[in-house]
């Protein structure tokens, strides 16, 4: 397949703007054969990301017909000097992960079309997706077409399968499948030497376990084999407050350890503030428009912040209602929970998994989608959660982020561990903890740089205190940093650098490796 794409944009501070007619020159110095339409533009839209923290002009947008495209302009970068390669799914980093300065980006969502396949192996159902699709989009081509999904998800499905599976993908669903990168079973990925290789568990098994969660180091992601399992009609959708962390930590943990079937289906939880703001406080937890947050429930002993168990259970159309009350009544009657503060919904599945997608829509309205977003996600152990709690959550949080601040536990025993993802070094249980900061787009309330500055203040306290921990969609400036968060692992992630993507070509917003200048 042929380039169908290039455009290139043009420099602010370049004395003499370059003309369309440039634009074959770059084409033919970097051997790109390109078809189609060429457009020059300047609105720097691959040089900005989700989280509006770092903006990076490319040299070129690249939208490829295929893998045969992207493997030619990787080819390219690999024999230029200097050129780097970042691929972009739906633009939803957070800290320029998907920038390349001045190098190449290529666009995934052009190649989103491209594969849509259930197979059957094994027993099992698996569907292949592009890596530039969006979870959104396999969600309702699965449910609609075969009453079939996906079994692990994000809560935010406008992202790209290729993008969160290069990170891990953590939802309310991985405590029972874990992330959706332990939900693959097969890959097609562009090295950085621009070889198209596909690859398993049994077939080059370092390339496929090194770029599952490999944060786009050693390739680019363009198919993946995801394991399917039915699709259910409805959600029994609660909410319940908690008062005391201890409370809340212990009827998370027991849920997300009983057996399958025996618990809910899915389990997440957040802290909010004890007040009636309505961005961090009592108004962010009720799911029925018609029902307020009775603030006279809340015990008297109750502190600045609040804790809230999301759950969810699965059920059929055909299922009779008081078989689904009586399963959840059950395991509501073993919570310890503020009595009065349960709030409760049944949507449908697909509304349920899309329940991010109202929210996004009134933000895109209001600016605030497109505002800064200087979020924190980590991994914490569950022998440090409570002084994390103490420490951060009623101390340096206790007047909220201006979002979610999201913490709920996982299992160790639904992770692999011969993938890139670094995780808590120890105990079978640890939390996920993300502080989503949405930021207005006026003048009011913390600038972005005290926000930044206040997740790096988290992260200081989480080492000098001792924790055990790991940054999730990690983000640092020097490579003693990363040598800390791979740890044990950092060798294995160099010796698959050096394998993969030997002149350190690839994702080069993640700022883990310089790109090699070939000896002349």
């Known amino acids: 397949m042929m380039i169908a794409y290039l455009e290139r944009f043009i420099h602010e501070n370049d004395t003499e703007s370059r003309q369309d007619d440039d634009l074959p020159n770059i084409c033919k110095s970097l051997d790109l054969q390109v078809q189609g339409s060429i457009h020059c533009v300047a609105t720097g839209l691959a040089g900005k990301d989700f989280g509006g923290l770092y903006s ?45 300065d001045g190098g190449l980006v ?9 594969h849509f396949k259930i197979v059957k192996m094994n027993g099992e159902i698996f569907v292949d997706v592009s890596g530039g699709a969006l979870w ?35 939802s309310g669903q991985a405590f029972r499948y874990g992330p959706q990168s332990s939900n693959v079973s097969e890959l097609d990925v562009v090295t950085g030497k621009g070889d198209i290789l596909t690859c398993s568990e049994t077939k080059n098994s370092e390339l496929f376990f090194g770029a599952l969660g490999g944060l786009g180091q050693f390739g680019i992601i363009t198919r993946a084999r995801v394991k399917l399992q039915s699709a259910p009609d409805m959600m029994r959708w609660i909410r319940v407050v908690y008062s005391e962390f201890e409370d809340f930590t212990r009827d998370a943990e027991w849920l997300v350890t009983l057996p399958e079937g025996a618990s809910f289906d899915y389990v997440e939880g957040f802290a909010f503030v004890n007040s009636n703001d309505p961005v961090n406080g009592w108004p962010s937890v009720p799911l029925d428009p018609g029902r307020g947050f009775d603030q006279n429930a809340i015990p008297l002993t109750a502190g600045c912040v609040l804790y809230c168990l999301e759950l969810a259970r699965h059920y059929q159309n055909g299922d009779h ?59 914490v152990s569950k022998r440090d959660i409570a002084d994390f709690d103490r420490m951060v959550f009623k101390k340096i949080l206790k007047e909220g982020v201006g979002g979610p601040m999201l913490v709920y536990p996982l299992l160790r025993s639904k992770w692999d561990n011969r993938t890139s993802v670094m995780i808590p070094a120890d105990g079978e249980i640890f939390y996920i903890v993300a502080l989503l900061r949405f930021t207005p787009p006026y003048s009011k309330g913390p600038c972005v740089e005290k926000l930044v500055a206040q997740n790096q203040e988290i992260a200081h306290l989480c080492l000098k205190k001792g924790f055990d921990f790991k940054l999730y969609l990690p983000h640092y400036q020097s490579q003693e940093d990363w040598k800390r968060h791979f740890g044990n692992q950092w060798s294995r992630f160099v010796e698959n650098k050096a394998n993969f993507d ?16 070939p000896h002349s």
Request: net charge positive.
């Open 502 to 517: 030997p002149m350190a070509i690839l994702a080069p917003g993640q700022k883990i490796f310089k790109r090699i200048i």
């Open 321 to 379: 209602p008081s078989a689904v009350d009586r399963v959840v009544s059950s395991l509501l009657g073993r919570l310890r929970f503020v009595e009065d503060l349960k709030f409760q919904v049944d949507v449908t599945y697909v509304e349920f998994l899309l329940r991010v997608k109202p929210v996004e829509e009134r933000a895109r309205a209001n600016g605030i989608w497109d505002s800064p977003h200087p979020w924190l996600n980590m991994f």
């Open 136 to 170: 959104e989009d396999v969600l309702k081509r699965c449910v609609s077409g075969f009453n079939l999904a996906p079994r692990s998800w994000t809560d935010y499905l406008g992202l790209t399968v290729g993008g969160t599976l290069s990170n891990a993908g953590v």
């Open 106 to 114: 290529i666009d995934m969502r052009s190649t989103e079309e491209n």
């Open 56 to 100: 990076f002009k490319p040299l070129a947008i690249i939208r490829p017909a295929g893998a045969d495209d992207i493997a030619v302009a990787v080819k390219a970068a690999y024999r230029s000097p200097s050129l780097t390669v970042a691929a972009r799914g739906n633009g939803h980093s957070i800290n320029g992960q998907a920038m390349a």
